[in-house]
C-alpha cells in the first residue's frame, strides 16, 4: 500500500466532477503516514500499540455517545480489552487484506475516531462495507465527512493507489440522522428498500443499505 497525501483517483472523469464534488475533502487528509504531520488536518492510519492510553481515554469519553447507533463494545468488555481486540484486528486484517481499518487523528496526535473498510470480498462482487465513528468532542468539525470521503476514494481507487474494489456498502442504523446526511455528502445513494435486522450491541436494530459503485462515478 502506498503512503503519503491520497490524490484523486484517475477513474474520476472531469465530466463528472460536479456530481462527485463532495468525495473530495474540503481540507487535505494524509493517508498512511508518508509527510510531516502538519501537512494535513487529518491522517488515517492503523492503530498502534502507542495509542493504547489515548484510545482507552477516548472510548471512555465516547462510550454513551456511541453506545445507541454504533456501539464498539462486545458484551462486559473493558475499555482495554477493547483496544486489544482493535489491535488485534487491525494487524490481522491488514496483513490477509479482510478490512482495512483506520485511526483519524490530528497533526496534534490527539485520536478523533475510526474509519473502516471491513468484509473485503473479491469475488463475484468485489466490494466492502464502510463503518465509522467520531468521538462526541470532535462532532460537527468535518472530521467525519473527510475520513469517510478519502476510505471511499481509496477503496475505489485502481490498484495499487487504492483498493480496487467496484463497490463500497454502508449499512446504517434507521433514525442516526448524522450519518444519514454523511452519507448523502460522501455520495452514497440509499439501496432502494434494501435493509436488514443487524445487532448492534444486544439489539437487533433495522439497518438501511447506502451504496456508491464505480458504475455510478462512471456513468
Not at 465516547?62 to 447507533?69: G, I, V
Amino acid at each position: 500500500m502506498k503512503t503519503g497525501q491520497l490524490t484523486e483517483p484517475a477513474r474520476l472523469k472531469p465530466t463528472k466532477r460536479a456530481a462527485l464534488a463532495q468525495l473530495v475533502p474540503a481540507k487535505p487528509v494524509q493517508f498512511e503516514g508518508g509527510q510531516s504531520p502538519d501537512a494535513s488536518e487529518l491522517i488515517l492510519r492503523p492503530l498502534e500499540e502507542s495509542d493504547r492510553m489515548a484510545f482507552i481515554q477516548l472510548i471512555a469519553k465516547s462510550k454513551n455517545h456511541l453506545d445507541p447507533w454504533f456501539p464498539l463494545h462486545h458484551a462486559n468488555e473493558t475499555n482495554e480489552q477493547l483496544f486489544e481486540r482493535f489491535l488485534a484486528l487491525t494487524i490481522r486484517t491488514n496483513a490477509d487484506g479482510s478490512a482495512c481499518r483506520r485511526i483519524g487523528c490530528l497533526p496534534d496526535g490527539q485520536l478523533v475516531g475510526g474509519f473502516n473498510l471491513i468484509n473485503v470480498v473479491r469475488g463475484l462482487e468485489v466490494c466492502a462495507d464502510a463503518n465509522w465513528w467520531i468521538s462526541p468532542g470532535h462532532t460537527g468539525q468535518g472530521y467525519a465527512t473527510m475520513g469517510v470521503s478519502t476510505m471511499i476514494r481509496y477503496a475505489l481507487a485502481d490498484l495499487p493507489a487504492g483498493l480496487g474494489l467496484h463497490k463500497v456498502n454502508a449499512w446504517i442504523i434507521r433514525g442516526n440522522d448524522p450519518s444519514i446526511r454523511l452519507a448523502h455528502r460522501v455520495g452514497l445513494i440509499r439501496a432502494g428498500e434494501e435493509h436488514s435486522y443487524l445487532q448492534t450491541g444486544s439489539r437487533w436494530e433495522i439497518h438501511d443499505l447506502y451504496t456508491i459503485s464505480v458504475m455510478d462515478i462512471d456513468q
